[in-house]
């Protein structure tokens, strides 16, 4: 009951700090900026101290730096250079394109590695030092568990290139504050419809896996019945009189 109530409440944490940190924080604060006088680069650079922020707060809560974290705050970078040397709104707010593109090539690139990189991933999330994750991990001799997440891996990795591009696209086409607020809400629903895809084609998965043993275990049994009713006992066969 402890354990649970500990994982209830981190994702809780987790949830809380992606929606001020991430979401809330910097679209609240580039709204005030922009209402006390600052320009568009400006409001878009201070505002994007939020989810550097939220970051250093996983970092100190879970005492160590995640892949993703290291990413993003590589595009906060590369957004707030390219915006303070252009003057230009698009270029700072297309600093969350850089992450989701690096992501996305990753994906792809650990296709041909010896795992795949949402493998690594959910062995992270799971815990590689527990039994579930020492199960999780012994699932990878079968080739059709392989497969699947070879399937996952390359679908993130075009999706999040997709993402990017898309995001590119808002950018240059919508308005500075709606580019702001796609940008802050599309890699979390993005995220979430794949992971939704992931768990319910797992699921199928388990249930084809499950069908297949049980058709293989009846057949089995059948050919073995099967065996034994053709099989005449030494017992019953009559002895045969001399001559």
Same mark, same amino acid.
């Given at each position: 009951?402890?354990?649970?109530?500990?994982?209830?409440?981190? $994702?809780?944490?987790?949830?809380?700090?992606?929606?001020?940190?991430?979401?809330?924080?910097?679209?609240?604060?580039?709204?005030?900026?922009?209402?006390?006088?600052?320009?568009?680069?400006?409001?878009?650079?201070?505002?994007?101290?939020?989810?550097?922020?939220?970051?250093?707060?996983?970092?100190?809560?879970?005492?160590?730096?995640?892949?993703?974290?290291?990413?993003?705050?590589?595009?906060?970078?590369?957004?707030?250079?390219?915006?303070?040397?252009?003057?230009?709104?698009?270029?700072?707010?297309?600093?969350?394109?850089?992450?989701?593109?690096?992501?996305?090539?990753?994906?792809?690139?650990?296709?041909?590695?010896? $795992?795949?990189?949402?493998? $690594?991933?959910?062995?992270?999330?799971?815990?590689?030092?527990?039994?579930?994750?020492?199960?999780?991990?012994?699932?990878?001799?079968?080739?059709?568990?392989?497969?699947?997440?070879?399937?996952?891996?390359?679908?993130?990795?075009?999706?999040?290139?997709?993402?990017?591009?898309?995001?590119?696209?808002?950018?240059?086409?919508?308005?500075?504050?709606?580019?702001?607020?796609?940008?802050?809400?599309?890699?979390?629903?993005?995220?979430?419809?794949?992971?939704?895809?992931?768990?319910?084609?797992?699921?199928?998965?388990? $249930?084809?896996?499950?069908?297949?043993?049980?058709?293989?275990?009846?057949?089995?049994?059948?050919?073995?019945?099967?065996?034994?009713?053709?099989?005449?006992?030494?017992?019953?066969?009559?002895?045969?009189?001399?001559?």
């Amino acid at each position: 009951m402890m354990k649970g109530n500990h994982g209830n409440r981190n $994702r809780l944490l987790s949830l809380a700090s992606i929606a001020v940190f991430d979401i809330a924080g910097p679209l609240v604060a580039y709204s005030m900026l922009r209402s006390a006088g600052q320009s568009q680069v400006s409001a878009l650079i201070l505002s994007g101290a939020f989810p550097a922020l939220g970051i250093a707060a996983g970092v100190i809560r879970h005492r160590r730096v995640d892949a993703v974290g290291v990413l993003v705050l590589a595009g906060i970078a590369v957004g707030t250079v390219l915006g303070l040397l252009s003057g230009n709104p698009r270029l700072v707010l297309a600093e969350g394109s850089v992450p989701t593109a690096v992501f996305g090539l990753l994906c792809l690139g650990s296709l041909w590695a010896r $795992r795949p990189l949402i493998y $690594r991933f959910a062995i992270e999330f799971i815990g590689a030092d527990t039994p579930r994750g020492r199960d999780f991990e012994s699932l990878w001799q079968y080739p059709g568990f392989r497969h699947l997440f070879r399937l996952y891996t390359l679908v993130w990795g075009v999706v999040y290139l997709a993402e990017a591009a898309a995001r590119i696209v808002i950018i240059e086409t919508a308005s500075t504050s709606a580019a702001l607020a796609a940008s802050k809400v599309m890699p979390y629903a993005v995220a979430g419809l794949l992971v939704a895809w992931m768990v319910a084609s797992g699921r199928r998965a388990r $249930r084809a896996g499950e069908r297949l043993a049980a058709a293989q275990a009846a057949a089995d049994n059948t050919a073995a019945d099967e065996t034994a009713a053709t099989q005449i006992p030494a017992t019953k066969i009559p002895a045969t009189s001399s001559v």
